[in-house]
């Protein structure tokens, strides 16, 4: 997945054994019944023992900070895992967490974007449903969670899946009540890939707008989207910017190169600024329905605006830094696992025929890696973890948008086993629970509230009046789209 690989939340960033490489996918756990969340063997009360001090009595994890919240407590911590979980002697790294602390005796939710940590106090959309506690972890490679030296064959989902576990299994402790797995995009994927490798950790996982390329070179549901998203008039004038930008390569590209002057910006990795450019091109219309609402339909403006207006709506939509040196570093680690195994989306341009000099064969993800840093395709990898969902998950719910792109290739869990999947209607890939239409809506919170043990007795006799159970809280529940990760999920 370029950037429009394109990324997972980039998407939506909530202010809030054997590794498997090189081959077949190691055989997780057996499936069976998800086991009751049993009492914390030591616990003791708050009162007892303050929260801090149980957190770093843990083997392994230190205090960064901590910072002031109301009703919660909130810690940036870093904990010691393994470089290689199937040989730990083999060295160590520290992976930045953040823990919401609200209760012991309240469930919990633990959080991924799939990328860097966001370190201020913040809650995912489950937190707020279900009045719990957040664990948010960074994942691996991300800096500064990162070995020295790196070793990237060892970034792959089944080693982000056991540093999870590792995690879990270190704070169940404590944390004592029922968990859910929740993220949006890549962290939608992460979530999956750890109910994958490790089924019985978890009560429920919710995965917003996650894709699921399970046959990276058939990629034709992605021209389906985009034939069928929206009306016609708005794709036709997202087609024309799009072709006006590679029309005016000459002058508009000019304009990328006066601004990587005075930014200082390069472009060592992917080759060139016009390979950069063009990148960033082919990217446009990927990135308005991964960001946009269809209402911005009326502002795209016409094929024939000055220099200065087509330049600046593209970059606004898909920003022109995104594929300079300096926007793709922090991301690498994305580019690397959607070019070993993640899969990147790839879909044909119609409409610029003749216009682009590279083509969508060169803007793999082994474009946007430093050369230095090895890649090999697992081809097994999506397709043991889809195998799996379709067969054996339980207690997992999707969430999607009509109108999101990565939606086009979506999971599909097996039938029954309490599964779920939701499209909100016209959302993007900020799409979530409470955009689904009344009914749905009240259906899904039911079933979240069910799974963390938390559903009043009304609820449970009927789900149409499950709600919240938190009050909206302006510093803590805010959800931004990201743009300067653009496609990215």
Known sequence: ??????????????????GATGGAVQAAEPAGPRPASAPAADAKSDVQADIKDRLLAIPGMSLVEEKPVDGYRFFVLNYTQPVDHARPWKGTFQQRLTILHKDVNRPSVFFTSGYD???????????????????????RFFT?????PADWSKLDIKQAADDQHRVFTALKKIYGKKWLATGGSKGGMTA??????????????????????????EDSAYDRFFQTVSTKGCRDKLNAVQREALVRRGPLSAKLKKWAAENKATFRTVGSLDKSYESSVLDFVWAFWQYSDESECADVPAADSSDDVIYNYVDAKSPFASYTDQGLDPYTPYYYQAGTQLGAPQYTYPHLKGLMKYGPEYFQPRAYVPREISMTWQDNAMKDVDRWVNRNARQMMYVYGG??????????????????????PGANHGASISGLPVDERAAAVARVLKWAGVAPAAVQADPSTAKRLTAYDAALDRTELNREQSLRP
């Open 1 to 18: 997945m370029r950037k429009t690989f394109r990324g997972v939340v980039a998407g939506a960033v909530l202010i809030g054994a054997v």
């Open 117 to 139: 940590l966001y370190t201020n106090p913040s809650r995912s959309e489950p937190t707020r449903l279900i009045d719990g506690n957040q664990v948010s972890m960074e994942y």
């Open 144 to 148: 500064p969670s990162r070995p020295q």
């Open 403 to 424: 109108n999101d792109p990565w939606g086009a290739e979506r999971f599909r869990p097996a039938p029954g086993g309490d599964n779920h999947v939701y499209t909100v």
């Open 192 to 217: 999956t890939y750890y109910e994958r490798f490790h089924p019985r950790d978890m009560d429920g996982v919710v995965a917003y707008v996650a894709p699921n390329d399970v046959n990276n070179r």
